[in-house]
């Protein structure tokens, strides 16, 4: 069992937190009890996904919270303030859902990996965070919900990342009942990848972590691309896109590196080249 990582602090003010090891950045909700993803929250996780993709020595990203709630979603507080705007909080509301939804394809545009570290309630948008990232791992205490069909507004963009995740089926339970799902009912699901207890979810987070950025840099950030531009092809379309990636990909100096190892039986350098 691989010990939590230990991290050297880069912390930033509120509402987030950043903290990097080798290879790895680590950030962390930090507005509890709700971590609600407000304008504030979400421009500041946009700008340490940025510093993140800029950063050459990092390889994986983990996205986790403080408290018991990964995140409940929207503020409804900070939107309800704008109903009071001429023209009925329209013009915020729109913000508000671009901005989301640009957070959401930066996640899955980054050139790194993203694992959501689930130890709380993630509901509505903030189920929507966890669907986006490429791996989730989960607490046993974990639990996910898409509850605005009881509120009267309809988890549209929380949606579009569950039905990208969850069998049809599967997502309109969850979009149409607003009822909440323990973390192995999400595994089943398919929202999450592994359930764990809570004591051993860091450790279990930062192995998936260290294991992933031991690997070439370019050829993680290859097949990232690859699968959510071939997911979005017709059959035929995606084969001889894949083809042209693979083809790319052999002749990159990290693919001639790493099939001479494997074949001399040593272990590979990477050059992310």
């Given at each position: 069992?691989?010990?939590i990582l ?77 109903r009071t ?33 689930v130890n ?154």
């Amino acid at each position: 069992m691989a010990e939590i990582l230990p991290m050297n602090s880069d912390t930033a003010p509120h509402p987030i937190e950043v903290q990097t090891a080798p290879g790895i950045t680590r950030i962390a909700l930090s507005s509890p009890p709700a971590n609600a993803l407000s304008i504030a929250v979400m421009d500041a996780l946009m700008a340490a996904l940025d510093a993140a993709e800029k950063d050459e020595d990092c390889r994986v990203v983990v996205l986790a919270a403080n408290g018991k709630v990964f995140s409940a979603g929207h503020d409804l507080k900070e939107l309800t303030a704008h109903r009071t705007d001429e023209d009925r909080g329209r013009a915020f509301f729109e913000k508000t859902m671009r901005q989301c939804s640009a957070l959401m394809q930066a996640i899955v545009r980054h050139r790194c990996p993203v694992i959501a570290e689930v130890n709380g309630v993630a509901t509505a948008a903030g189920c929507q965070l966890v669907a986006s990232c490429d791996l989730a791992i989960a607490s046993e205490e974990a639990m996910f919900q898409t509850p605005g069909v009881n509120i009267g507004l309809f988890c549209s963009t929380p949606m579009v990342a569950l039905s990208r995740n969850l069998s049809p089926k599967h997502a309109m339970e969850m979009l149409l009942t607003g009822e909440g799902i323990d973390a192995r009912t999400a595994r089943e699901f398919g929202l999450v990848n592994r359930v764990v207890p809570p004591e051993y979810l860091g450790a279990i987070v930062g192995k998936y972590a260290t294991t992933i950025a031991s690997k070439s840099a370019l050829t993680v950030k290859t097949g990232k691309q690859a699968f959510y531009a071939q997911a979005e092809m017709g059959l035929s379309e995606a084969y001889d896109y894949a083809a042209n990636v693979m083809v790319e990909n052999m002749l990159a100096r990290d693919a001639e590196e790493g099939i001479g190892a494997f074949l001399e039986k040593r272990k590979p350098e990477w050059t992310g080249r």
